[in-house]
């Protein structure tokens, strides 16, 4: 099972699919936020003989369920991604993001390991002065806001800066966001925040 609903329709690259540049073939793919850009809609793909076991065993209902302003917002969404080159241009913008936050990781107590594929991006915040790494990803995390810089948190501890931009970044984002994570790192170590 692949969950595409953060990594799907281009954040990892031209492959759209996470699954597929990982060079699997998923027996159910789940899909969501991204295939209507804002338009509420989502998928389960999945092979038919799957569908017809499920459908002999559990009655499927829904009340919003493939309406034609549904389906013309999926059709939009990969129109304008093949159009505009935005899952190529998240590698480019991606590959900047990761090389800028492995840059400023090697100087950095406060960060670990860097990982991400195109403009999905995982940095490890580590502990420090006695707080654990999760305490300390807390922290960091109120303080990018404070330079209007949005992250989230995850990893089975929540100490992994989970960094998802949108499609439409430019290598200036990077640039905003890398000096707001700076600066929020600075402040942390200094007792700032």
């Known amino acids: 099972m692949a969950d595409e609903v953060q990594s799907g329709y281009g954040r990892s690259g031209p492959k759209l699919w996470r699954f597929a540049l990982a060079g699997i073939t998923p027996d159910i793919v789940t899909l ?48 304008v991604l093949q159009l505009t080159g935005l899952p190529e241009q998240a590698v480019e913008v991606g590959a900047r993001m990761h090389r ?25 915040v580590l502990p420090a002065g006695g707080a654990t790494s999760r305490e300390v990803a807390r922290s960091l995390l109120e303080q990018l806001v404070t330079h209007g810089v949005l992250a989230g948190l995850t990893g089975p501890r929540g100490d992994v800066l989970k960094i998802r931009p949108p499609l439409v970044w430019q290598p200036g984002h990077v640039d905003l966001f890398i000096d707001g994570l700076h600066r929020s790192l600075s402040e942390l170590r200094t007792g700032r925040a």
């Open 32 to 79: 969501g936020k991204p295939m209507g850009a804002g338009y509420p809609i989502g998928a389960v793909i999945t092979r038919r003989e799957i569908a017809d076991a499920l459908a002999r065993r559990y009655e499927y209902f829904s009340t919003f369920a493939a309406t034609p302003a549904a389906a013309a917002a999926g059709h939009a969404v990969l129109d």
């Open 100 to 124: 800028r936050l492995r840059d400023l990781a090697a100087d950095e107590p406060l960060l670990g390991e860097v990982r991400g594929t195109g403009l999905l991006t995982g940095v490890d």
